[in-house]
């Protein structure tokens, strides 16, 4: 499983950014994928993910509204808009993989990360 985060970088608040994630080595039929970050000092937070099992996608209550997040399957890509961001934002970004199965939820839990992308917001 390989998974390359790009895209991120320094906003102001209230601006928008689009990180992107080229996934292989797997299946998004039998993974969801998604995005988690983790703050200088904080653990990490899943951000928001797209489950296989149903195919929607779910988001941590602090980015509900402002973040989407969209995968092209065939192109094994997954993206995160991020609109009206926030200093409380700033984090490294990271595109997860999870192997479906009962009991794993893709918004907590994650089998693979790849190396993460920083995202800066300046308030």
């Known amino acids: 499983v390989q998974l390359q985060a790009s895209g991120g970088g320094l906003v102001q608040a209230g601006g928008s950014l689009r990180l992107s994630c080229a996934a292989s080595?797997?299946?998004?039929?039998?993974?969801?994928i998604g995005w988690f970050r983790q703050a200088p000092g904080k653990g990490r937070e899943g951000v928001s993910c797209?489950?296989?099992?149903?195919?929607?996608?779910y988001y941590v209550d602090a980015v509900k509204g402002r973040f989407t997040i969209s995968s092209d399957n065939a192109k094994n890509m997954v993206y995160l808009q991020m609109n009206s961001v926030k200093p409380e934002d700033t984090a490294v970004y990271y595109c997860?993989?999870?192997?479906?199965?009962?009991?794993?939820?893709?918004?907590?839990?994650?089998?693979?990360r790849g190396r993460g992308t920083q995202v800066t917001v300046s308030s």
């Open positions: 997860t993989a999870l192997y479906t199965r009962p009991g794993y939820d893709c918004i907590d839990e994650y089998d693979a």
């Open positions: 797209i489950s296989s099992t149903d195919g929607r996608p």
């Open positions: 080595g797997f299946s998004f039929d039998d993974h969801s």
